[in-house]
């Protein structure tokens, strides 16, 4: 791309980013992206600052931008990075999906698909799992899962809730070993006790601004707010290797 070229591209792409009150991000599979798998990143939290940086300056290089087309929400995909599940594979694959929440809200279930881990109480834990629960009666999602929650809370939420919980992941830095109690009723109630290494925070609001900042190569573009992030994988059931994985990030414009 010469350098007029790429002028009247950043000059398009801020004012879709300056006009845009909402943004959402898709990486594609990272599988598939060598640029990505060069590099081992050492948490989650940079492989997801990683992830935002490289697919925003990607989609400003390549993707056709107009300001014909202004529009409240920008979408930003990398097309030939993403994988199509055919229905003739479907039955072979095991999709699962996380979603960290940043600002907690119905708006947030309904615009993606999975639950808060970091909850401290049913009454906070039930309108996000009515929303939930519609989406398995929906059949857009096959079973619900949590993240972090003690057997205290984890007894309350199934006890209440009319679709069960399948699952409850533990975080292996608060817990080396499984507290018998959640153990105890996990086992009862037929719930799978998944761990996990994810931080309570995935991306701090600076971190992510400065992902965001340096994606857009200094285009001045404003400042964003993190509202969720889902973090995706498809695994081949048979060989249990992961054929797709990758993040969804939606994003609103701070007010000014």
């Known amino acids: 791309m010469d350098s007029q070229n790429t002028t ?9 980013l300056s006009h845009a009150k909402t943004f959402r991000l898709h990486t594609g599979n990272l599988v598939n992206r060598s640029r990505l798998k060069k590099k081992c990143p050492g948490s989650p939290s940079e492989e997801l600052r990683d992830c935002i940086q490289a697919s925003l300056s990607e989609w400003i290089s390549t993707t056709k931008l107009s300001s014909k087309d202004l529009t409240d929400t920008l979408e930003f995909s990398i097309p030939e990075a993403t994988d199509a599940i055919t229905p003739e594979e479907r039955e072979e694959l095991k999709v699962s999906v996380k979603l960290f929440l940043h600002e907690s809200g119905q708006s ?3 615009d993606a698909v999975e639950m808060d881990g970091d909850s401290q109480s049913l009454a906070h834990l039930q309108p996000a799992w009515e929303e939930l629960e519609a989406l398995v009666r ?6 619900i899962g949590t993240s972090d929650l003690d057997k205290d809370l984890l007894e ?6 009319q679709i069960k919980p399948s699952s409850n992941q533990v975080n292996l830095a608060s817990c ?3 507290p018998p109690d959640l153990t ?3 086992k009862e109630f037929d ?3 998944l761990t996990h290494n994810d931080p309570k925070e995935l991306i701090s609001a600076d971190t992510f601004q400065e992902a965001v900042r340096a994606g857009a190569q ?3 573009i404003g400042d964003w707010r993190l509202e969720w992030v889902l973090r995706y994988n498809v695994i081949v059931k048979s060989r249990g290797i992961i054929k797709s994985k990758g993040y969804l990030v939606s994003a609103k414009k701070t007010s000014t």
Not at 8 to 16: F, G, I, S, V, Y
Not at 138 to 143: E, F, G, L, T
Not at 156 to 161: D, N, P, S, V
């Open 191 to 193: 719930i799978q006790l």
């Open 218 to 220: 200094d285009l001045n």
């Open 138 to 143: 929906s059949k857009q999602i096959a079973a």
């Open 184 to 186: 105890a009723f996990a």
């Open 176 to 178: 080396c070993v499984m």
């Open 8 to 16: 009247n591209t950043n000059t398009e792409a801020k004012m879709l």
């Open 156 to 161: 309350q939420l199934y006890k209440w809730a």
């Open 108 to 110: 947030s279930i309904k």
